[in-house]
């Protein structure tokens, strides 16, 4: 979207917003979106009971009578409407006589910290998490864990392992290795061992170049986690899409490699923007909370941008900053800082993987693009002499992070007035496809 008169666009930035002007000839790159869905607990029962290849889920507790069912669901870090899909399915299990006591949610961490009582509050409101019994994946503890393969080693949690019915949840949006998030995360890596995720994150996979956002053939990482969830197993998935107020848009419930495949299709239709070649000056945000609290998940508003920017472009991101990240993650970037190629050969050659190095790795693609003099970062939450030490040049100046950005696009627009302009202003939320030429 261009036109004659300068765009007021914007973006997200920590708790709210910022307001850019950007030139009359710049491109505003947003996604379509999708309209929440006007009846979400009729939608639930809808996709419960007619999914996608699979019975519905009342059928398949039927069928099973089990006398223990686990539910996978996403942690603090992701923003899935859980209470409404939990109290779904267990009003068609209670319809196939399935009471709640036989139930166990289990929050698939990764290898994140355990919920905290008041975060299973905020995930499933005050009622579910209070009668219900939840238990957190502990990737470490070898005592919750089953190996399941030799060839590599992977092992999935015991309890999950051993339930009559297993039920997974999720969220279904654009993911900057892996694809798409939902389906097979909920499995691999939500709910298995260290090294398993170690390896999901490692080098091999993490340089493929189909390890990218809204790839899913030819993923490695994709494939790895379909081929763990094939040995774990699934009865019954249960995805969603959400808008960026985090109403339900889409359901996608059912097997878990149908209803997947269906979904990523869809959300990657509402959730991109196409462009028909990259630009000169890109600007794009973090996201805003809770994502730009951190400068580890700001890299994905990084990486999402890297299909609008050439060789020599210059990508201005905005984002508060408070914390580096992991004290692992902090310490790796300091110890190579602009080193950038020196720490992709270290980790090519070593046997072990350091967690969060996959982070960095991501990073490494911009860098390759644009350079550390064309990676910009504007924040108010980090000092410059903190932020130039991660391999990103701080937007230093007068004033706030607005006042700073708005001076140096004005400059930049002053000094190259031919220059392609692109503004991102949902950040990471947008996927950016260049257009398929034609003939």
Same mark, same amino acid.
């Given at each position: 979207m261009s036109s004659l008169e300068p765009h007021d666009v914007t973006f997200r930035y920590d708790r709210g917003h910022i307001t850019l002007r950007l030139p009359p000839n710049a491109d505003i790159l947003t996604a379509p979106g999708a309209p929440p869905l006007p009846d979400p607990q009729q939608a639930l029962r809808d996709a419960l009971q007619n999914p996608i290849g699979s019975q519905p889920l009342a059928d398949v507790a039927r069928d099973r009578n089990p006398r223990n069912v686990v539910i996978t669901i996403s942690d603090i870090t992701r923003p899935v409407?859980?209470?409404?899909?939990?109290?779904?399915?267990?009003?068609?299990?209670?319809?196939?006589?399935?009471?709640?006591?036989? @139930? +166990?949610i289990l929050v698939? +961490?990764?290898?994140?910290?355990?919920?905290?009582?008041? =975060?299973?509050?905020?995930?499933?409101?005050?009622?579910?998490? %209070?009668?219900?019994?939840? @238990?957190?994946?502990?990737? #470490?503890?070898? &005592?919750?864990l089953t190996r399941v393969s030799d060839d590599p080693p992977v092992s @999935? %949690? &015991?309890?999950?392992? =051993?339930?009559?019915?297993?039920?997974?949840?999720?969220?279904?949006?654009?993911?900057?290795?892996?694809?798409?998030?939902?389906?097979?995360?909920?499995?691999?890596?939500?709910?298995?061992?260290?090294a398993t995720i170690s390896r999901f994150h490692g080098y091999a996979t993490m340089s493929n170049r189909n390890s990218a956002e809204g790839i899913l053939d030819g993923n490695p990482c994709h494939a790895e986690g379909l081929r763990v969830a094939r040995?774990?197993?699934? #009865?019954?998935?249960?995805?969603?899409?959400?808008?960026? =107020?985090?109403?339900? @848009?889409?359901?996608?419930?059912?097997?878990? =490699?149908?209803?997947h495949d269906v979904g990523c299709a869809e959300v990657g239709r509402f959730n991109s923007a196409t462009i028909d070649e990259p630009y000169d000056l890109v600007v794009t945000c973090a996201g805003g909370y809770p994502l730009d609290e951190s400068f580890y998940q700001t890299v994905k508003g990084m990486v999402t941008a890297l299909p609008a920017l050439r060789e020599k472009s210059t990508l201005v991101i905005a984002s508060r900053c408070a914390e580096v990240g992991s004290a692992t993650y902090h310490e790796l970037m300091l110890e190579y800082e602009d080193n950038w190629e020196g720490f992709l050969r270290d980790i090519a050659g070593r046997d072990t993987i350091i967690k969060d190095q996959w982070e960095f790795q991501m990073q490494t693609r911009v860098l390759e693009r644009v350079g550390k003099q064309g990676l910009m970062l504007a924040s108010d939450g980090m000092a410059e002499t903190d932020l130039s030490r991660l391999c990103v040049t701080p937007l230093a100046g007068a004033g706030d992070v607005a006042d700073r950005v708005q001076a140096f696009i004005d400059q930049y627009v002053a000094d190259h007035p031919d220059a392609r302009v692109a503004a991102i202003p949902e950040g990471p939320y947008t996927m950016i496809r260049r257009a398929v030429p034609v003939g």
């Open positions: 409407p859980n209470e409404p899909i939990i109290r779904a399915i267990l009003d068609e299990l209670a319809s196939a006589d399935v009471t709640p006591d036989r @139930v +166990t698939a +961490t990764g290898m994140h910290r355990p919920s905290t009582p008041e =975060e299973r509050v905020i995930m499933l409101g005050e009622e579910l998490a %209070n009668t219900l019994r939840i @238990v957190d994946h502990v990737a #470490d503890d070898a &005592s919750s @999935v %949690n &015991s309890l999950y392992l =051993e339930a009559d019915l297993k039920i997974v949840t999720g969220l279904i949006e654009p993911h900057f290795m892996a694809g798409y998030s939902g389906g097979r995360k909920g499995i691999c890596p939500g709910i298995v061992d260290l040995i774990a197993g699934c #009865d019954f998935l249960v995805n969603c899409a959400i808008d960026d =107020e985090r109403r339900l @848009v889409a359901l996608y419930a059912g097997d878990i =490699e149908e209803a």
